[in-house]
């Protein structure tokens, strides 16, 4: 008798796995747990048997019948699962055909740039501020302790207004750093602003040159800013933007409204500081110049360099995603190719 | 500025790797743009030529027994300049060196010429790379040490620095010296300076005047007499070279060669061509000409400094020599200038005269008065040398133009705390007294008093000097702290958020944004009129634009946009959305323009992307108008909309966009001709531009919550023929006027047979709502009658049937 039941639990399960929908699933249960199955016929006849044999038989036949429920349950649940599958497939949808498109619009990375770097320094403190791209020599120039013949213009090659305001020269603004006196004019210490934007060079475009270009300058004027100061903060900003591990030189440079004055590199990201040709051999690219604000400066913008001290920083926008990205070419930026913007 | 670093050497030890040193100048301010390498022979001795003998087999070759110090090779030689006695360079088999023929480098295998063994090779300055020249063999001055190396006795490494404008004093060898000697704790050696004088004064021959102290603060002149102009040696020529300047002859580079090791120009005058052996110092006088040594007639200024003698001008001040008293071979007797002048007078003139030199560089950038007096002595003993001749006596030197500077008075404590920084006072003594500065401790005891040598003329303040603290100690030294102060108020600009809604909702929109130039051409700007007239009020012009294309300054985007369209149109088949948030600038009398911040969007060609399933259609006017109600919705605003003239778009496709009585912007399809003008042929474009400057004010509004309706509204659709005349706003205007209608929405419009030529049908679905309470049927009836009576009062509304 244990027998009969052992091959028919064999065949019954079997026979359910390779079921293959919900009516064969009925007849199988019919067949092997309705009421003229075999194994109710058994379970029925057990009255039959001697008691020791009836104990065993019967509690054989009760655990197969349990255990056939189950696996029956089990069964039914893979079914519907692939029957929904399946049905769907029926009904006619390709999943796989293309869904309907919708419009992408993306802002312009430079506009993405500028937007991530605010964010660091907003979260510094720092207010953003507009300026005039179309400025008088003053604060562009002369302000900033730039005077007429002064060999610091020459490497900021000027396109000058064909119109004076007053008498007074205007030119497209070089650097952004020519907001620094109207900062300080209107603001009140403590300052932290920063503000950026267009800047303009009479220079033949190519590659790594464009007459036209971005910048971003900062200024924080308060009592007893630091040099320190001006290192933690560009140094917090740089680990945000290009990351923690990478390796950063603050070194003494020449502005002439600063002093001391500083520029800032980070590790070349092809060579690791070895050299190549991306940074001219020398493991580092220049990311930004810096300085405690000159004395006259604080001066012109009406502050006693006795008494305030502070400092500045200004930066060009395009090499940030030209180095992230390995971009090649400046003036993709200002040629408006999709082909080119979609990619950001 | 090149330096060579045999040539450092001279002035002061180099006890660490190049690279290092590189490092070091780089973080105190002296950038290190290039490290190049002159030499890098390898198995190239310098030899002896102890004896030549002809070759057994060929007229024109010689067998040449060259001395090596322990040892001694016979190689074969062609070259026609072998004179025993002579030192020469002598190449093992091994040696790369350059092929002359082909240019490229060979490795020198040991040969068989003529039946004769050749080990070795005497070389030819071409073939070690050091010029073109390669008729003869390299012939080296007497000195040179039989058997040691070449690239010992020629080699060098040159740094080409990046010199920023405050550091005239580092456009020479001494004071790169000094800068490394500051950096590595140690002192320079300078030149010693002697030489004999003859008893006849300088003063008995040559008078010098200055009639323009204000230009030429000091002018100093030595006299040298029975000079014999000739190349000058090969150790002066390779510095000269190295340090990327060409040799002339021995006088003239006697003054470059002291130009490059004290920073100070000097210039040679053939001193019998001075006419009246009188050195005026004065303005150029109006209509005033000299040829320059480049052989080229300049026109001088009034406002420029002029070198001259009784009759004429001889130089241009710092400039240039002039061609009428050029040093030649023929020269004989020299003078020789060391002078001082006024840096802004030099730049002007060499900017205006486009003649930007080693001389001018340095005279702009403010080199020190004191230099001329060391760099005069120091030429003079170097042309007696190289050029023979004797020295009259004495130095003229007139300087009316003598500044006393005064020692700055500092503090260490003070130094610290502008740096952030808890430097000993030691530390901060020892830096500036390893720079050449004098420090004296004053009373109190963080007070110092510092003297500043005379070849530091950036140094005015007591910034100065923190800056110079720093970087000796080493800008490494200073922490990193973040601000600490309280902070300040934040006022954000309003413009800015407006910008950044206005581009996000844009981007949303599925528009890509451009950034273009602000400088456009005028005739771009001609292209946006359908009849390209003059442009009212024109753009401001530059006075220097680079090219027409970017000559003035945009007084809008479009042209731009245009433009982009047009690009992009050349490889896009599909829907092109752009738009460009950017300023205007327009003029404004005896002010700067006005920037006035503007977003402008253009869209054309099919309105949804290629796909399986997408109908084939293209933009048209009412795309462009739902971007901008969309655009005004997310900014919360409402504007009603008027008739508009706005020329580069179409006629009768255009609306003025029009916010609190103020006209702020515009949109429409543009005028097909505008379109063929910027080469836009396939499709059609629609474009809006508005002001954002204007909209700013009339976005900053509060907004305040609407309930939402707790009882249900009704529904009722009406559908209205009217006259083809009267619009959808019109009607609107009427329904809205009326109480309990809510949203009034237009779901279809009809003209046609079924309803005559001249009309049009209108159905609205409204919405009749209460807040209060459940409308009842008869009162939205009520209402809904008293709509349609009006319309047909006022438009002769009718229902449709
Ligand atoms: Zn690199």
């Not at chain 2, 093992?92 to 010429?113: C, F, H, M, N, W």
């Not at chain 2, 502008?418 to 007294?433: E, K, N």
Request: with cysteine.
């Amino acid at each position: 008798m244990l027998a009969q039941l052992e091959q028919l639990k064999q065949k019954a399960l079997w026979e359910l796995e390779n079921i293959k929908d919900a009516r064969e699933v009925e007849s199988w249960r019919v067949c092997y747990l309705g009421r003229k199955s075999e194994l109710t016929k058994i379970l029925r006849s057990l009255t039959i048997l001697p008691l020791e044999e009836r104990k065993t038989v019967g509690a054989y036949a009760n655990e197969l019948k349990s255990s056939l429920e189950n696996n029956l349950d089990e069964r039914k649940k893979t079914l519907e699962k692939v029957q929904l599958t399946t049905i769907t497939r029926v009904a006619g949808i390709d999943i796989t055909l293309p869904g309907r498109p919708i419009p992408i619009g993306r802002l312009h990375p430079i506009t993405q740039t500028l937007k991530e770097i605010f964010d660091i320094f907003i979260s510094m403190g720092f207010q953003v501020v507009e300026a005039p791209e179309v400025e008088l020599d003053y604060y562009n120039f002369e302000g900033l302790n730039i005077p007429e013949e002064h060999p610091a213009r020459d490497s900021m090659a000027t396109l000058w207004v064909d119109y004076k305001a007053g008498g007074r020269p205007i030119l497209l603004r070089t650097h952004t750093t020519a907001a620094d006196l109207r900062i300080m004019e209107k603001l009140k210490p403590p300052i932290r602003a920063i503000n950026a934007g267009k800047v303009y060079r009479y220079e033949a475009s190519d590659a790594t040159h464009s007459p036209m270009f971005h910048q971003l300058d900062g200024l924080a004027v308060d009592v007893g800013i630091t040099m320190a100061d001006l290192k933690g903060t560009l140094y917090e900003f740089a680990r945000r933007f290009f990351g923690e591990d990478r390796k950063l030189r603050f070194r003494c440079d020449y502005f002439p409204f600063v002093e001391p004055g500083a520029e800032m590199a980070v590790a070349c990201s092809v060579c690791q500081g070895s050299g190549c040709r991306l940074c001219g051999n020398s493991g580092w690219i220049e990311i930004l110049g810096a300085g405690m604000v000159h004395p006259r400066v604080l001066e012109r913008g009406g502050y006693d360099p006795e008494v305030y001290s502070g400092f500045a920083f200004g930066m060009g926008i395009e090499r940030l995603p030209m180095l992230r990205y390995g971009i090649d070419d400046i003036r993709l930026f200002f040629g408006s190719d999709l082909r080119f913007l979609r990619q950001f | 500025m090149r330096v060579s670093i045999k040539w450092l050497k001279e002035y002061v030890a180099i006890n660490l790797p190049l690279s290092d040193l590189a490092h070091r100048l780089a973080m105190a301010g002296l950038e290190v743009k290039t490290i190049e390498d002159i030499g890098g022979w390898e198995n190239v001795v310098i030899g002896q030529i102890t004896r030549v003998d002809p070759h057994p087999n060929a007229d024109r070759l010689h067998l040449v027994k060259v001395g090596l110090g322990k040892e001694q090779q016979t190689v074969v030689c062609g070259a026609p300049n072998l004179r025993v006695g002579d030192k020469v360079a002598f190449a093992y088999v091994g040696a790369e060196l350059i092929d002359p023929q082909s240019g490229e480098t060979i490795r020198l295998k040991s040969a068989k010429i003529r039946g004769v063994a050749s080990s070795g090779m005497i070389c030819s300055e071409k073939e070690l790379g050091i010029s073109e020249s390669y008729e003869g063999i390299m012939v080296l001055p007497d000195e040179a040490p039989v058997g040691t190396s070449l690239d010992d006795y020629l080699g060098d490494t040159v740094f080409d620095l990046e010199v920023t404008p405050n550091r005239a004093d580092c456009l020479s060898i001494i004071g790169v010296a000094r800068e490394i000697a500051a950096l590595t704790r140690q002192g320079i050696r300078l030149p010693q300076v002697s030489y004999e004088e003859v008893a006849s004064t300088i003063e008995q021959q040559v008078a010098v005047t200055i009639d323009a102290p204000d230009l030429g603060p000091r002018y100093c002149a030595s006299l040298i007499q029975g000079v014999k102009i000739a190349p000058s040696p090969r150790w002066m020529q390779q510095r000269l070279l190295a340090c990327g300047m060409r040799p002339i002859n021995n006088v003239v580079d006697v003054t470059n060669y002291v130009m490059l090791e004290y920073g100070q120009p000097l210039h040679a005058f053939d001193s019998p061509k001075i006419k009246g052996s009188q050195i005026i110092v004065r303005r150029a006088g109006s209509g005033e000409a000299i040829v320059s040594l480049d052989g080229v007639e300049r026109m001088l200024a009034s406002n420029m400094l002029v070198i001259a003698d009784k009759e004429r001008a001889v130089a241009i001040a710092g400039v240039m020599g002039g061609a009428n008293s050029e040093v030649s071979q023929e020269t004989t007797s020299v003078l020789l200038e060391a002078a001082n002048f006024n840096p802004v007078s030099i730049h002007y003139t060499a900017r205006s005269l486009l003649l930007p030199s080693e001389a001018s560089m340095r005279f702009e950038r403010g080199i020190s008065p004191e230099l001329t007096i060391p760099a005069l002595r120091r030429a003079t003993e170097l042309i007696i040398k190289l050029a023979g001749g004797k020295a009259a006596k004495g130095i003229i030197d007139v300087y009316p133009g003598r500044k006393e500077r005064s020692p700055i008075l500092t503090s260490t404590e003070g130094i610290n705390q502008f740096l952030g920084t808890g430097f000993s006072q030691d530390q901060i003594i020892g830096a500036l007294t390893l720079l050449g500065f004098e420090v004296e401790v004053a009373d109190s005891a963080s007070e110092v008093r510092v003297t500043i040598p005379y070849w530091r003329g950036d140094i005015q303040q007591a910034v100065d000097l923190a800056e110079e603290v720093a970087r000796i100690i080493g800008y490494d030294e200073i922490p990193q702290t973040l601000l600490s102060k309280s902070l300040p108020r934040q006022n954000p600009e309003p413009i800015a958020a407006l910008k950044e809604k206005v581009g996000r909702s844009l981007t949303g929109f599925g528009f890509q944004e451009v950034i273009t130039y602000s400088l456009v051409g005028l005739e771009a700007l001609k292209r946006l009129s359908p009849d390209s007239h003059a442009l009212k009020p024109l753009p401001l012009r530059l006075a220097n634009p680079m090219t027409t294309e970017q000559e003035y300054l945009r007084p809008n985007l479009r042209a731009n946009l245009l433009v982009a369209l047009a690009g992009n149109r050349k490889h896009e088949e599909g829907s092109i959305r752009l738009f460009e948030l950017g300023k205007v600038y327009l003029p404004r009398q005896n002010d700067l323009p006005e920037e006035r911040e503007v977003v402008c969007g253009i869209l054309s060609g099919p309105r949804f992307e290629r796909s399986w399933q997408a109908q084939d259609e293209s933009f048209d006017f009412f795309d462009v108008k739902g971007v901008v109600e969309g655009l005004l919705t997310k900014l919360d605003v409402e504007a009603s909309l008027e008739e508009a003239q706005d020329e580069s778009l179409h006629p009768t496709k255009q609306v003025a966009i029009v916010l609190a009585g103020s006209r702020v912007g515009v949109l429409g399809e543009v005028h097909p001709q505008v379109l063929k003008a910027f080469d836009i042929t396939d499709d059609a474009a629609y474009l809006f531009e508005i002001d954002l400057t204007s909209l700013l004010p009339l976005t900053l509004g509060q907004k305040m919550f609407q309930p939402i309706p707790r009882f249900p509204a009704t529904i009722r659709d009406i559908a209205l023929v009217v006259g083809a005349e009267v619009t959808h706003q019109q009607v609107l205007d009427i329904i809205k006027g009326f109480p309990l209608v809510g949203k009034v929405s237009l779901f279809d419009v009809y003209t046609g047979e079924q309803i005559g030529g001249s009309k049009k049908s209108l159905a609205y679905r409204i919405a009749f709502q209460s807040l209060t309470y459940t409308l009842t049927d008869e009162e939205v009836d009520k209402v809904q009658e008293q709509i349609l009576s009006k319309l047909a009062k006022e438009f002769g509304a009718t229902l449709r049937a």
